[in-house]
């Protein structure tokens, strides 16, 4: 196993554009979490899935930010309308469904111009 | 609600030193607690883990105790290394909050030979 996949590892885009990252996480895990994190701040929880059903949302998921994980595998993040305020890692995490360990990806690197 | 606060960095030290980065949280129950790492480039990596009062948690030298009485968790090495250098961040798992981590800001290590 190849650990957490994360795609792109970076993206740099014009204000106004819509992105979308894509997590693999680890084959087995039933749970997959989205978090953002700034320069020089600790990572800030987005949200999370339990298999396809997305559990939790953080208020920090505005409504320019909608997440899936449709067969319960890979998840998409999409950001709509970007805005420089937006320009952050991504990170993307798993873990089983009894939650020990999150193994975290490397993270999607966002540039917002 | 939960948060977690850790000293800031940036922490320089010269090799063989010892190292004390704190860390305090604050949480409704009995949280679990994490010390992660995320050395230059890469994801971030679990470094040590405590589930309940009084345990320590521990790996590569690296110890951290859980005190419940003071809200602390902090990390500590006798001798670092210059490869010790990384960002450390300490996170809580709230009972019933769905396997998240809620992270502290995290604290810069420099170790200069």
């Known amino acids: 196993d190849t650990g957490v996949s994360q795609n792109p590892r970076h993206k740099i885009t014009k204000r106004g554009q819509n992105v979308t990252f894509r997590c693999d996480p680890i084959?087995?895990?039933?749970?997959l979490y989205w978090y953002r994190q700034t320069l020089g701040q600790g990572p800030e929880f987005l949200t999370y899935f339990q298999n396809e059903a997305q559990l939790e949302k953080s208020r920090l998921l505005s409504d320019r930010f909608s997440a899936e994980r449709p067969k319960g595998s890979f998840s998409t993040l999409e950001i709509q309308r970007t805005e420089q305020g937006d320009s952050a890692m991504y990170l993307c995490?798993?873990?089983?469904?009894?939650?020990?360990?999150?193994?975290f990806g490397e993270g999607s690197r966002l540039t917002v111009l | 609600g939960n948060s977690v606060t850790q000293m800031e960095g940036p922490v320089t030290l010269s090799e063989e030193a010892f190292l004390t980065i704190n860390c305090t949280y604050t949480?409704?129950?009995?949280?679990?607690l994490f010390w992660y790492v995320q050395y230059p480039g890469e994801g971030l990596q679990l470094l040590l883990k405590a589930t309940k009062a009084d345990d320590k948690g521990s790996n590569k030298g690296f110890e951290a105790t859980y005190r419940k009485e003071t809200t602390s968790f902090h990390l500590e090495k006798g001798s670092v290394q210059v490869s010790d250098s990384a960002v450390y961040f300490c996170a809580l798992r709230a009972y019933n909050q769905g396997g998240k981590l809620i992270f502290g800001q995290g604290t810069e290590l420099s170790v200069k030979p």
């Open positions: 949480a409704t129950g009995y949280p679990s």
């Open positions: 084959s087995e895990h039933n749970r």
């Open positions: 995490a798993s873990s089983e469904t009894r939650p020990g360990e999150l193994f």
